[in-house]
C-alpha cells in the first residue's frame, strides 16, 4: 500500500466530514420529491398542471396566456403526466406546491384541505359565487364550511350510443331497467355486444357500480357508502352486486384486459350497441362521428329514486397552502371562474361544458347542449366514487373488489367481505 | 462478475490439524496508513447505513404507526401490530402476493438456471457462429423488464397479439393471456424467464471458460462419457458460479416489479408483494404505515434467503 500524505483530521472533525457526505448523499432523492415551483416574485404565478396530453395542455396554455395578457402577471406552467399528477399529490402539496393547481372537487378535495394542505378560498367565492350554482359551491366546500377549490369544468356520465346504428334497428331509449334488458337482448341477437366495457385502468367500472347503486338505492346512500357509513356487506350493495350480475353477460368480456379507448372505438366501429362513460368517450370520435354520438341517463331501477342523480365529475383548480405569490393566485383563481376563461378552453375539447352559469351555450354542439341540460335537470350530482371518497379506499380495495367480482362474479360474498374489512380498517384508522 | 475466491488461509501444514493457536494481530500498520483504510472502509459504511439501514429500519419503526405522510413525526399515531393482523387477516391482495412471490422464485430457480446452463454447455463447444448465438440470447438481458413487459405484451394480446394468430384461436376464441387471472402470472413469468435465461447462460458461460480443458481430458482418458463428465467433473468446478447464480436469482426474484406494473399495475392474479408496497406508499392513498408493514414483510422473507446464504458462506469458510 502506498504511503499517502494526508492531513491528519481529528476522530470528531472525521465523523462530521462523513455525516455531512451521507447528508449529501441522501439530500438530493429527498429534494427531488418536491417540485420546483412556488415562484416567490411578485409578477409571477406558478401553476400546476395536470392536463398533459397535448390538446388540454394547448388549450390551458392558451387561456393562461390571455390571463398574462389581461392582468400583466407572468404564469409559470409546470405539467406533470396526468396519473403521476395524481399519485404525487402528497408529496407534491407538502413540497413547494405551485401556487395555484389543478384538481377534483369532492371528498378528493376535502381530504386535502382538511389537512391543511391547501388554500382557503372564501374571499375568491365571495367575488365569484353569482356565477356557481349553489350544488358546485357545496362541492367546492370543505367540512368547516369554507371553500378550497374553483370549478372549471365539468362532464356527464351516461350511457353512449350511434344514433345511425339504433335507427338503422329501431331501437328505443329505454326508460327503465327491464326495458334495457330487453333492449340488451335484442342487441345480442342482432349480434351486437350490447354494453361495451373496459376495466384495464381500474376506474372505469367504478363508473357502472356508482349508476346501479344511485339508481338502486338513491343518492343518500352512496354519500354515505362513500364516506364510510355504511356497510359493505348489507343487503343494499349486494342488491347493486347482484343487478350487476344479471347484467354482465350483457358486457364485453374481458374487460380486464381493455382500456376504455378501446371499447370507445368497439362504439364507434358499431361493434357495440352502447358504452357507459363520461362524456369524454367523445374524444375517440372524430368529424361527423361526433354529431352521431348521443347518450341517455341510466333507465330507472328503484321508482323511488327514479333518474334523479346524475355522475358529473368536476374539474378545477386550487391555491396551495402558502402561494409564492398570494394576490396573484387569487387573481387567477378569479379569472378561471370567468366564463370566457372555462369556453376558450373547452374550444379545445369540446367533450366538457363550464361550470360557470354564466357561460354562453350558443357555441355549444349538440352533445355538450346535453349535457348542460341534464346536469342541470338533476337534483343531485355526484363526483364518482374514486372522487366521493378516501383515496385510501379507492385506490386499492375498490378498484381490486370490482375487478375480482368482474373476473368471477359467483365470488361476490369474498369480495364484499374483502372490501367490508378494509373499510372498517381505513375508516376508523 | 465472478465469483471471489476465497483468500487463501494461512499456511499451515496440511492435513494434520493445528493447536488452536491465539491468533496474533497480523498487521502492524503506520497510523497513516489505519486512517486511510478507516476512511475507504469507513464511509462507504456510514454512506451504507445512512442510505440503506437507517430506512430501513425506519420503515420497520413506521409499520407500527397509521401514519399517511401528511405532516411531522408528532402527527404519527402508533397502532402497535394492528397493521400486521389487518394484513393477514383482512386484506385480500396479500396472500396471492405471497404466493406470487413464491412461485417467482421458484420458478426462475428452476426453469432459467435449468435451460441457461444447457445453453451454456451447447456454446461451450466452439460451435460456428457461437458468437452470434450469444449476442442473441443474451440480448434481452440488455432490455429493462419494463420494456420485456411491452414486447409481451405484443405477443399475447388476445385478438392481435402473436401468439394467438399463430395458434389460430384469435379469431375463434382467444385465450386472454394476461387478463385471465389463472395463467397471467405463467404468461409473465415466461417473458421474466426469456430474460433471466440470457443472464444465467453467460453466468455460466464465462465459469466454463475457466474450467481446465486438462480435467476434461483426464476424464475422457478415464472413460468417462459426456454425461459423466459433466456431472462428475464439470459441474463441480462451477460451484463458485452456482452460489452467484443463486443470489442473482433470489435478488431478481424478490425485487420483481416492473414487469407486472406496466402490464396492469400488478391487478388481477399478478400480485406481488412490491406491488403492494408501491401501491399503498406511493400513490394519492399514502397509506405509509401500512405500505411500510407490507414491506418489512417481504425485508423478513429477503432476510430468510440471505440469512441462509451467509451461513453457507460463513461455514464454507470456517474449518471443519
Not at chain 1, 372524430?286 to 374539474?315: R, S
Not at chain 2, 391482495?93 to 445453453?119: I, M, Q, S, Y
Not at chain 2, 394468430?165 to 421474466?192: F, S
Request: hydrophobic share 45%; aromatic share 10%.
Amino acid at each position: 500500500m502506498t504511503t499517502f500524505y494526508a492531513p491528519q483530521p481529528n476522530r470528531r472533525a472525521l465523523l462530521r466530514l462523513i455525516l455531512a457526505g451521507a447528508g449529501a448523499a441522501a439530500l438530493p432523492g429527498l429534494a427531488a420529491c418536491g417540485s420546483d415551483g412556488g415562484g416567490t416574485s411578485a409578477d409571477t404565478v406558478s401553476f400546476g398542471n395536470n392536463q398533459s396530453d397535448q390538446v388540454p395542455k394547448d388549450a390551458i396554455t392558451a387561456v393562461l396566456r390571455s390571463f398574462e395578457g389581461e392582468s400583466g402577471l407572468k404564469v409559470a406552467v409546470n405539467t406533470k403526466q396526468h396519473e403521476q399528477y395524481q399519485e404525487q399529490i402528497n408529496n407534491y402539496l407538502q413540497g413547494k406546491p405551485d401556487d395555484v393547481l389543478a384538481w377534483f372537487a369532492g371528498y378528493r378535495m376535502r381530504f386535502f384541505a382538511e389537512k391543511g394542505l391547501t388554500g382557503d378560498l372564501t374571499d375568491v367565492w365571495s367575488k365569484v359565487s353569482s356565477g356557481y350554482e349553489p350544488a358546485l359551491k357545496e362541492a367546492s366546500t370543505a367540512s368547516d364550511g369554507k371553500q378550497y377549490l374553483i370549478p372549471f369544468t365539468q362532464y356527464p356520465w351516461g350511457v353512449f350510443y350511434r344514433k345511425s346504428v339504433w335507427q338503422q334497428r329501431g331501437y328505443e331509449v329505454p326508460k327503465t331497467l327491464d326495458e334495457f334488458v330487453a333492449l340488451a337482448t335484442r342487441m345480442k341477437s342482432d349480434g351486437l355486444v350490447p354494453i361495451a366495457f373496459a376495466q384495464k385502468q381500474g376506474w372505469p367500472g367504478m363508473g357502472t357500480f356508482d349508476q346501479l347503486n344511485f339508481r338502486i338505492n338513491g343518492y343518500q346512500f352512496h354519500v354515505d357508502l362513500m364516506a364510510g357509513q355504511e356497510d359493505w356487506q348489507g343487503p343494499k350493495v349486494r342488491e347493486v352486486f347482484d343487478t350487476w350480475k344479471r347484467l354482465l353477460p350483457f358486457h364485453q368480456e374481458n374487460a380486464l384486459g381493455r382500456e376504455w379507448q378501446e371499447a370507445a372505438q368497439s362504439l364507434q366501429q358499431g361493434k357495440s350497441g352502447m358504452f357507459l362513460l363520461g362524456s369524454f368517450v367523445a374524444q375517440q370520435f372524430k368529424g361527423a362521428d361526433v354529431d352521431d354520438l348521443d347518450f341517455f341517463a341510466y333507465p330507472e331501477i328503484n321508482p323511488e329514486h327514479g333518474q334523479d342523480t346524475v355522475e358529473a365529475p368536476i374539474d378545477g383548480y386550487m391555491m396551495s397552502r402558502k402561494p409564492g405569490n398570494p394576490e396573484g393566485a387569487r387573481r387567477l383563481l378569479e379569472f378561471l371562474a370567468t366564463p370566457a376563461a372555462q369556453l376558450a378552453y373547452l374550444k379545445a375539447d369540446p367533450t366538457a361544458i363550464a361550470t360557470s352559469n354564466k357561460a354562453d351555450t350558443s357555441g355549444y354542439n349538440a352533445l355538450q347542449l346535453k349535457a348542460a341540460q341534464v346536469i342541470k335537470d338533476a337534483a343531485h350530482i355526484t363526483q364518482f366514487l374514486d372522487r366521493d371518497t378516501d383515496p385510501r379506499f379507492a385506490s386499492d380495495a375498490a378498484t381490486n373488489g370490482l375487478n375480482a367480482f368482474i373476473q368471477d362474479p359467483d365470488d361476490v360474498d369474498s369480495v364484499l367481505k374483502g372490501m367490508a374489512d378494509q373499510a372498517k380498517t381505513i375508516f376508523t384508522g | 462478475m465472478t465469483a471471489t475466491q476465497n483468500p487463501p488461509r494461512t499456511a499451515g501444514t496440511a492435513g494434520a490439524p493445528r493447536p488452536p493457536s491465539r491468533r496474533r494481530r497480523a498487521t502492524a500498520l503506520a497510523g497513516r496508513e489505519k486512517l486511510v483504510l478507516g476512511l475507504m472502509l469507513g464511509i462507504p459504511s456510514l454512506l451504507h447505513i445512512a442510505l440503506v439501514w437507517v430506512p430501513a429500519l425506519g420503515s420497520v419503526a413506521l409499520s407500527f404507526s397509521s401514519w399517511d405522510g401528511i405532516g411531522g413525526f408528532g402527527d404519527i399515531r402508533w397502532v402497535g401490530a394492528s397493521n400486521y393482523v389487518d394484513i393477514v387477516t383482512s386484506y385480500p391482495r396479500f396472500w396471492p402476493a405471497v404466493r406470487n412471490n413464491l412461485l417467482w422464485l421458484l420458478f426462475l430457480l428452476v426453469v432459467p438456471t435449468v435451460v441457461g446452463l444447457l445453453l451454456a454447455v451447447l456454446l461451450d463447444r466452439q460451435l460456428r457462429f457461437g458468437r452470434v448465438y450469444q449476442s442473441v440470447l443474451y440480448l434481452p438481458m440488455v432490455l429493462s423488464l419494463a420494456l420485456v413487459g411491452f414486447i409481451w405484451q405484443l405477443v399475447y394480446q388476445p385478438e392481435q397479439g402473436l401468439l394467438n394468430n399463430v395458434l389460430g384461436t384469435a379469431a375463434t376464441d382467444p385465450v386472454n393471456w394476461l387478463g385471465d387471472p389463472d395463467i397471467n402470472l405463467y404468461a409473465v413469468l415466461v417473458a421474466a424467464g426469456w430474460r433471466h435465461t440470457g443472464y444465467i447462460m453467460l453466468l455460466y458461460l464465462a465459469g466454463l471458460k475457466a474450467v481446465d480443458p486438462a480435467l476434461k481430458e483426464a476424464a475422457a482418458l478415464d472413460g468417462a462419457n459426456a454425461w459423466q463428465t459433466f456431472f462428475r467433473v464439470t459441474f463441480p468446478v462451477l460451484k463458485p458460479v452456482n452460489v452467484v447464480v443463486l443470489v442473482v436469482t433470489v435478488i431478481e426474484g424478490l425485487r420483481a416489479f416492473d414487469i407486472v406494473y406496466v402490464i396492469n399495475k400488478g391487478r388481477n392474479g399478478l400480485e406481488l408483494l412490491s406491488v403492494l408496497v408501491t401501491d399503498n406508499i406511493i400513490g394519492e392513498s399514502s397509506r405509509i404505515g401500512w405500505g411500510s408493514a407490507l414491506a418489512v414483510v417481504l425485508l423478513v422473507i429477503s432476510l430468510g434467503f440471505i440469512v441462509t446464504y451467509l451461513f453457507q458462506v460463513f461455514r464454507e469458510e470456517d474449518p471443519a
